[in-house]
């Protein structure tokens, strides 16, 4: 059963090869349409250099890798096992004793490779790029932090109108009253400060404005009073770090600063963000094993009788990527929503294409 045989070492050279040439139809096809022609508006229009555009342009590609190896392994699995079955080959393995599991047994094995590597491009690559990317942006975006006390009342709330890594502007601070009416909370103070100095264990507002509000919500009267500390302790450096982060996507991230980040937000009660970001930290590690569903997808659809429609086994497989890549969005709104838990969110799709496997395994003759 384990013994590698010549059988083996040609149903995996072929997979492999007929891998990498759907590797690559996919890379250009997915790059062609959108992000061509952003490098080209960068080159014409901003004036990038052509050497700086092609940089951008290979920042690109680990993204797409990520997304690309299953269903390279999935099209090259079905390419190879179809291109079998109408030669008689696997005709011929069959009758020599050779099941259909014991055929595909190197293609798993291909998978297996194909699911550490996929595993690496996640966790390693992707952020790696995507951090050389985001260090020549700047981020101009709002960012809203609201503190409660013991009881959970509203105490205050600091508003960032825009930010970049390096500097904080436009800062408003807002200091809520005691007296709170049944469908609304009261302000006390409203606090202006156009731009702040950030420090660890506390953010200090420079030529501050304050304006004094009443008890029926008016101005009562405004003044400078220089410079303000706010945050102090520990929150400075944790509102700080979510402020960042906030205008980052996941795939910024390695798997020890997601789970950092992640801490974070449950800590400060980011219900939401944090289910989001859960579901997509277990997709780190569910997404790989999709190489394997996929290289045994591809073998099943790939087999056929040699009179058989070539085509059918390639739409259904056109219609397990689709499917897979349009429900992922869905199956994350389900877990930010708390509608399913983060694991089943992010398992749901893996389970979907186990119980097709079984259900092909069970109704076509193998």
């Not at 890379?27 to 508006?41: D, F, G, M, Q, S």
């Not at 996929?118 to 700047?138: H, M, R, T, W, Y």
């Amino acid at each position: 059963m384990f013994k590698i045989t010549i059988f083996d070492k040609y149903i995996f050279k072929q997979v492999f090869l007929a891998t990498l040439v759907c590797l690559l139809l996919f890379i250009i096809v997915w790059i062609a349409p959108e992000i061509l022609v952003k490098i080209i508006r960068k080159i014409f229009i901003h004036h990038v250099p052509f050497v700086q555009a092609m940089k951008l342009l290979l920042l690109e590609i680990p993204q797409v890798l990520g997304k690309a190896l299953p269903v390279g392994i999935l099209l090259g699995s079905i390419f190879t096992f179809d291109k079998l079955s109408k030669d008689s080959e696997l005709s011929i393995f069959r009758g020599i004793g050779l099941s259909f599991n014991r055929i595909m047994a190197p293609v798993i094995l291909l998978g297996i490779v194909f699911t550490g590597l996929c595993f690496n491009v996640g966790s390693s690559l992707i952020p790696a790029a995507e951090k050389i990317d985001q260090a020549k942006k700047d981020f101009f975006t709002h960012f809203v932090y609201i503190e409660k006390d013991k009881n959970g009342d509203l105490t205050q709330s600091v508003i960032v109108t825009s930010f970049t890594p390096n500097q904080v502007r436009g800062v408003y601070v807002v200091d809520f009253s005691k007296k709170k009416y049944d469908d609304a909370a009261t302000f006390d103070s409203i606090t202006y400060a156009p731009w702040a100095m950030v420090y660890d264990d506390k953010w200090v507002l420079q030529d501050v404005l304050k304006c004094k509000i009443d008890t029926n919500g008016i101005f009562e009267k405004s003044k400078k009073i220089g410079n303000v500390e706010i945050l102090k302790g520990e929150s400075a450096k944790n509102v700080y770090t979510m402020m960042k982060n906030s205008v980052k996507k996941d795939r910024v991230f390695t798997n020890s600063e997601l789970k950092n980040y992640m801490n974070l937000l449950k800590a400060q009660e980011h219900t939401d963000e944090y289910q989001f970001m859960l579901c997509k930290y277990y997709q780190r590690f569910l997404h790989p094993l999709t190489c394997i569903l996929f290289a045994i997808l591809g073998c099943m659809l790939g087999f056929s009788p040699p009179r058989s429609q070539r085509l059918v086994g390639f739409t259904i497989a056109v219609g397990i990527v689709f499917a897979y890549y349009i429900t992922l969005p869905f199956f994350d709104l389900l877990a930010q929503k708390g509608v399913l838990p983060a694991f089943v969110s992010a398992f749901a799709p893996i389970a979907a294409f186990i119980a097709s496997i079984i259900i092909i395994k069970k109704y076509k003759d193998l």
